[in-house]
């Protein structure tokens, strides 16, 4: 962290800063086009991971944190808990079953026109079936 | 961070500039630290929005169609757009950090104007992005009123669309205040190879707020 001797910031170089930019667009590019085609349950993934690789880029190369171990610690700790929160927060989604209260004998509808505590077909807006 | 010019320390063999605060020893030490204090306040950011993905990702999950309908309302040409519109001016930022680290005040100038004129199109394009969804009533919560709907609950795409794009907004214009506040120190002659403290951190807010952008866009406009 501390760096005793001065000027011990290395100077990157335009070209380097262009090639960056360039690599951004591209990736931009892909993630736009990727998004016609059809992964399945991967598209949200897919998505994730070049805008993932895109953030890495701009973190690495624009914010300095290749020549910055210190503060990419900082960083990359904040990312660890955001991590933490997102994924615990997906499974109790993903293995959600409908709960209802005891005295309640008819699902809840959580807003008019919603389903009962299941997906929508989208054509009709009537439930498709029982809940996941 | 602040412009005091402090009198005439007793450490006259490094009192270069006129801006190395007395409480800190040499330049690279005042700017380490600030560095510090600012990738600690990015962490802050990080789990603000943070929070709001997270209930985008909860929402998201439990009204796949909803949100996959409402996202038809929002034009990808524009998202796009203004994804590059941001890029680019990440690159301006970084650009006249690399200008300030090299002594060039005219190019300095150059990159913190240009990179300016990048956030005031990006919220130009925002602006009728958002003008656009009022028009059709397409609002948060309990405000929306489109009609000819197939399918339910789609406020609730607006409600995160609007909080999020919103704050990142407000990110946004505060992070042009900043950039106003470089310029102005930049004509006055304020930073060269030996101070560019404000720059850089001023630069790594921002690319902070093109990478919550990147994020953003796969998110709101191509959900697939």
New interface residues.
């Given amino acids: 962290?501390?760096?005793?001797?001065?000027?011990?910031?290395p100077?990157?170089p335009?070209k380097t800063?262009?090639l960056?930019?360039l690599a951004?667009?591209v990736l931009?590019f892909i993630?736009?086009q990727a998004?016609?085609?059809?992964f399945g349950p991967w598209?949200?993934v897919v998505?994730?991971v070049?805008?993932s690789a895109?953030?890495s880029l701009?973190?690495l190369?624009?914010?300095?944190l290749r020549h910055?171990r210190?503060?990419a610690v900082?960083?990359v700790?904040?990312?660890l808990?955001?991590a933490i929160?997102?994924i615990w927060?997906?499974f109790d989604?993903?293995n959600r079953q409908p709960v209802l209260p005891s005295n309640l004998k008819t699902p809840i509808q959580?807003?008019?026109?919603?389903p009962l505590n299941g997906?929508?077909?989208?054509?009709?807006?009537q439930p498709r079936g029982t809940a996941q | 961070m602040s412009t005091l010019t402090s009198s005439a320390h007793p450490h006259a063999d490094h009192g270069h500039t006129p801006f190395l605060q007395h409480h800190f020893r040499e330049m690279s030490q005042q700017f380490d630290a600030a560095k510090i204090g600012m990738w600690l306040f990015l962490v802050t950011e990080v789990l603000l929005f943070g929070g709001l993905f997270v209930g985008y990702g909860i929402m998201h999950a439990r009204h796949p169609e909803a949100f996959m309908a409402a996202h038809h309302h929002l034009d990808r040409t524009l998202g796009a757009l203004n994804t590059v519109v941001l890029l680019i001016s990440s690159f301006t930022m970084v650009m006249s950090v690399w200008a300030a680290q090299t002594d060039r005040k005219k190019l300095l100038i150059l990159f913190l104007l240009l990179t300016l004129m990048c956030a005031g199109v990006f919220m130009v394009v925002k602006y009728f992005e958002y003008s656009h969804k009022f028009h059709e009533g397409l609002l948060p919560g309990k405000y929306y009123s489109h009609k000819g709907d197939t399918v339910p609950g789609q406020f609730m795409f607006f409600s995160f669309y609007f909080m999020m794009t919103g704050l990142h907004g407000i990110h946004v214009l505060a992070g042009m205040v900043a950039i106003t506040w470089l310029l102005v120190r930049a004509i006055k002659g304020h930073f060269s190879s030996e101070y560019y403290s404000p720059v850089e951190i001023t630069g790594l807010y921002w690319h902070l707020v093109d990478l919550i952008w990147i994020y953003l866009f796969p998110l709101m406009y191509l959900i697939s």
């Avoid at chain 1, 190369?61 to 300095?64: D, E, Q, T, V």
């Avoid at chain 1, 997906?119 to 807006?125: A, D």
């Fill in positions: 962290m501390a760096h005793l001797n001065e000027h011990t910031h100077v990157t335009p800063y262009a960056v930019l951004l667009l931009t993630t736009v998004s016609y085609i059809d598209n949200t998505a994730l070049i805008a895109k953030g701009v973190a190369f624009f914010m300095h910055d210190f503060n900082i960083f700790g904040g990312l808990f955001l929160f997102l927060t997906l989604i993903a959580e807003f008019p026109g919603a997906p929508v077909r989208p054509s009709t807006g």
